[in-house]
C-alpha cells in the first residue's frame, strides 16, 4: 500500500526516527530497546519574550538609501541598509523535553522480529518484537481530538513487564513525582537564544530580570496489573502486562502580543485538567477517537502507480533507489508521508508549520527553527490546496494577520510607509522587523507581499466570500497600502522598489564590487503585480469600489515591465548584473511563474520561455542541489509541462537530499563557521504540490488533466486532487494516457476541462449534460454541486 515507514532496527539519531504530532505537541520517537528516547516539542515554547517598541529609523535615512540605489550606487546603500536599518536577531523553537524508559530484558540478546512503523494510515508509531517467546508492543501516537501523547506498551502471554521510566530536559528544569502514576517536568525556557550561524560566547541566556517563558509536562501512567513506586525520582513499574502513558504540556505563550504566563500553578492546572478529562475514555477509545480524526483528512486523497508491495525495509528501499534501481512505489510513499508531515504539524488552533514542522532536538537549532518567509513558510503550504488539505490553512491565516497587526509598526516606524511589512524572518513573537547580519538576506520587506499572495490561494480553491471579505481583504489591503507608500518613481517614470535585495543573491556592479541591493528585483516586481491583481480582482467579487481601488491599478500599469538576457534569459535585477553565483539555490526572479501566474502560457508566452532559459542556466552551473530547491524545481517544471524533468528532480530530492527516515535534508552552505546539516521540512511538503501538479493544474480557470505525466509512471491513479473552483478530481492513466477522471463539484461551478486528446464528459444526473467544445481538447460544461462527472477520451 506504501503507506508505512518501517525499519528492522532502532533509531540511531534524529534523522532516523520517526515523527508524531497535532500540531501542538510532536515527537521523535527512536524505538529503543531495551531502552527508549522520546524527543518532546510544544509548538508554542520558544526562548525569550515580547519586544519592546520598534526602533525610530529616521525618514531621511531611508531616502537616503534610495537615492543612492536610484543613482547606481548600490554598494554605498547596501552599506548604509547594514548599519541603519538591520536589527536584533529573533527567538528561537525550543525542545520540551525527553521521555525515557527502560525495559528490564534480562537476556536482551534473545530479542528477534524487531520492527518499527509509521502506519501513515492511521497516524501511530509502533515497535513490536518478541523475547524469550513474548510478543512486546508499544505504539505511541499524538491526538488531535483529545491534545495528548498516548504510548502504550504491551506483552502478550504470561510475561510480564518491568520498566523504568523518566523525564529530562536540556533546559533548566525540574521533575517532581508527586505519586507513583505521576511525574512532572517543569521547565524554564532561556531568555534568549543567539542563532546557531552566531559567534557568541554566551550564546543561551537566562536572565532572572527577564525570564522566558516555563513550560510543564505532566505524565500520567496507568499500569494493567503489577504495581508501582518511586526510586530515585524515577517511576519503577514490576509485573504489568500492559502500560499506558498519557503525557500533556503546557506553556506561559498566552498570544504574541501578552505577557506570558509565569506562574507555575496555572500551568499545572492546564496540564492535570487536560489528563483528567481523558479518564471517561479506555485506551482503545482513545486511539479510536484520534484515528478517525485524522482519517478524516488523510483518506481525501490516495495515490499510487500500480506498483506491487515492496518488502524491503524503507532505508533499504531509499539505499536501492539511490544505487539507481527504480522503486516507483517509494514515490507514493513519500507523496504519503509529506501530506501526514503537514496534517502533523498544522492544524487548527497551532502554530503554523516552522522549518522543521514541528520536531526539534537543540536549544540552539539552525536559523532558529523559525519561520522564513522568503521562501520556505510559503512553500511549505503549497501543497495544502491541491493536496486536499485546506484543514490546515488556519494557523497561516492567523499568524499572517498577527504580522498584518504587529507590521504596521515596523512600516511606519522604520520605513515610513502605511500598511504593514514583515521581513524575512519570523518567530512566536512575531518579529517583523529585518533581523541582524547581511543585507542579501535580512532586509527585505516583500516577506509580507508574498505571505498575503499565498493565503489568496485559498480563496482560490474555495470561492468563500466571506472569508475573503473579511479575513483576506483587510490583510490583502494593508499589504498593498504599504506596497503603494513604498514604491519611488524613478527617472525612466517607472515606479520602483528601493532599496530591493533578492533572497540570498549577489551581483557585481560595474566597479566589479559585490552588491546585494539594487532597485526593482523581478521578485519584488512580481510580488507586487501579484498582490495587485488580486487586489483588483478582490474588489470586483466583493463589489466595491473606492480612490485606493484607482490608484493601485495606476500603480500597477507603472511597475516596471520583465526583462530579458542577452541568453534570453529572465533578469533577476533592474540591470544583467554579473552574478556571483549563477548557480543559486534561491529561483526567486521566477516567484510570479510559480508559485504566481503573472507569468504564464496564455497570456505571456515569450516570458514563459525565459523563465525556461534562466532555469538552464541555473542548473547549468550547478543549481538545484540542496532539497527545498529540488522541490521548486518539480514544481517549475510541472507547470512547464516537462514531466520528464520534473521526475527527475524528484528523483534527486530522493537519492540526494533525504534522511533514512525521509526527512528533507538540507546541506551546509559554506557561508558561515556554525553550519551544520539539518531536517528542513520544506523539501518534502514543497515537492508533494510539485507531483500533484504533475496529474492536475487549474491555475488558469480550467482544469488540465495529466500536463506533466512522467514515461516512467505508466500506470497509476490519483485520487481526490483538489482543483481550483472547489472542484476534487480524481484520475487514473493507462499506458501513458488519460483512462478516465472523475470530477466532484462542491461548489456548482461551471467547469473547463483540457488535455492532449479530444476528451468527453459524461454525468449520472438527471439533466442532460450540456457540454461546450471550446475546441476538440478543451470542453466546458455547467455543473450541479454534489454532482460527478467522468471524463474520458473521445
Known sequence: MNTELWYKSPARSFSEALPIGNGRLGAMVFGGIPREKILLNLDTFWSGCKRGDEREIPEETIRKIQTLTLNEQYKEAEELTESSLLGDYNESYMPLGILHYELDHTNSDCITDYKRCLDLERAVHTVSYKINNANVTSQVLASYEDNVIMIKIKVDSVSRIDMTLWLDSPLQHQVTVPDANTMILSEQAPSHVVPNYIECDQPIRYDEDKPGMKAICRMEICTGGGSSYIKDGKIKIKGATEITMLLAAACGYKSYFEKIEQREEVLQKDCAKQLFGLRQYTDQQ???????????????????????????????????????????????????????????????????????????????????????????????????????????????????????????????????????????????????????????????????????????????????????????????????????????????????????????????????????????????ISLMKELFMNLLKTYEVLGERDSFYDEIKTKLAKLPEYKTGKDGQLLEWISEFQEKDSGHRHFSPLVGFHPGRVINKRDNKELVIACQKLIERRLKSGGGHIGWSCAWLINLFARLQDGEHAFYYLKCLLQKSTYDNLFDLHPPLGENDGEREVFQIDGNLGSAAGVAAMFVQSYLDEIELLPALPKNWTEGSMEGILAEGGFEVSIRWKEGNLAEAFIVSNLGEKARVRYREPIKAETEAEDELQVTYISSCIIEFPTKKGARYTITRK
Not at 537543540?362 to 518567509?373: A, D
Request: aromatic share 12%.
Open 286 to 524: 482513545l486511539l479510536d477517537r484520534h484515528t478517525a480524526d485524522y482519517q478524516k483528512l488523510f483518506h481525501k486523497m490516495y495515490f499510487t502507480l500500480n506498483e506491487s508491495r515492496d518488502e524491503l525495509s524503507t532505508s533499504e528501499r531509499l539505499e536501492r533507489l539511490k544505487s539507481g534501481e527504480e522503486d516507483n512505489g517509494l514515490f507514493c510513499l513519500y507523496f504519503h508521508y509529506s501530506r501526514y508531515l503537514m496534517i502533523a504539524s498544522s492544524r487548527t488552533g497551532s502554530q503554523p508549520v516552522n522549518l522543521q514542522g514541528i520536531w526539534s532536538d537543540s536549544v540552539r537549532p539552525v536559523w532558529s527553527c523559525n519561520w522564513t518567509i522568503n521562501i520556505n513558510t510559503q512553500m511549505n503550504y503549497w501543497m495544502i490546496g491541491p493536496c486536499n488539505l485546506l484543514e490546515c490553512h488556519e494557523p497561516l491565516m492567523k499568524m499572517v494577520k498577527e504580522l498584518s497587526i504587529e507590521g504596521q509598526k515596523s512600516a511606519k516606524s522604520q520605513l515610513h510607509c502605511k500598511g504593514w511589512v514583515a521581513n524575512h524572518n519570523i518567530d512566536i513573537w512575531r518579529q517583523t522587523s529585518p533581523v541582524g547580519g547581511l543585507a542579501k538576506y535580512a532586509f527585505w520587506p516583500m516577506g509580507g507581499v508574498w505571505l498575503t499572495n499565498q493565503i489568496y490561494d485559498y480563496y482560490r480553491f474555495t470561492k468563500d466570500t466571506d472569508f475573503l471579505r473579511h479575513e483576506l481583504w483587510p490583510v490583502m489591503l494593508g499589504a498593498a497600502r504599504f506596497c503603494a507608500d513604498w514604491l519611488i518613481e524613478g527617472r525612466d517614470g517607472y515606479l520602483h522598489t528601493a532599496p530591493s535585495t533578492s533572497p540570498e543573491n549577489t551581483f557585481y556592479d560595474k566597479n566589479g564590487t559585490e552588491c546585494a541591493v539594487s532597485n526593482s528585483t523581478t521578485m519584488d
